[in-house]
Nanobody, 115 residues
Framework: VQLVESGGGLVQPGGSLRLSCVAS????????MSWYRQAPGKERELVAS????????NYADSVKGRFTISRDNAKNTVYLQMNSLKPQDTAVYYC?????????WGQGIQVTVSS
């Protein structure tokens, strides 16, 4: 099982990034996919999630209207489009796939928002 994130980096406040997470080793279409983040000294928090077919999404209040989660089941990939980024969005972002009691995590990718 692998979840491999990409697309992170350094961006100025107000900028945009798109994170990607490519999954392998499990039946992607059966898994709810989520993005979490963890800032230094803080607990890991849920940023956004999407159901198996992508028909329903959920967002943390802090990112509503700025971030969009989507998935392409044909490519076993989940995305997080991040717009109007703020310094407080700086964190390591993790991709997670979950189904029942099973959960798989990516290794995380750094996003830094700074001028």
């Amino acid at each position: 099982v692998q979840l491999v994130e990409s697309g992170g980096g350094l961006v100025q406040p107000g900028g945009s990034l798109r994170l990607s997470c490519v999954a392998s080793g499990f039946t992607f279409t059966r898994y709810l996919m989520s993005w979490y983040r963890q800032a230094p000294g803080k607990e890991r928090e849920l940023v956004a999630s999407t159901t198996t077919a992508g028909g329903s999404t959920n967002y943390a209040d802090s990112v509503k209207g700025r971030f969009t989660i989507s998935r392409d089941n044909a490519k076993n990939t989940v995305y997080l489009q991040m717009n109007s980024l703020k310094p407080q969005d700086t964190a390591v972002y993790y991709c997670k796939g979950s189904s029942g009691f099973l959960a798989y995590w990516g290794q995380g990718i750094q996003v830094t928002v700074s001028s």
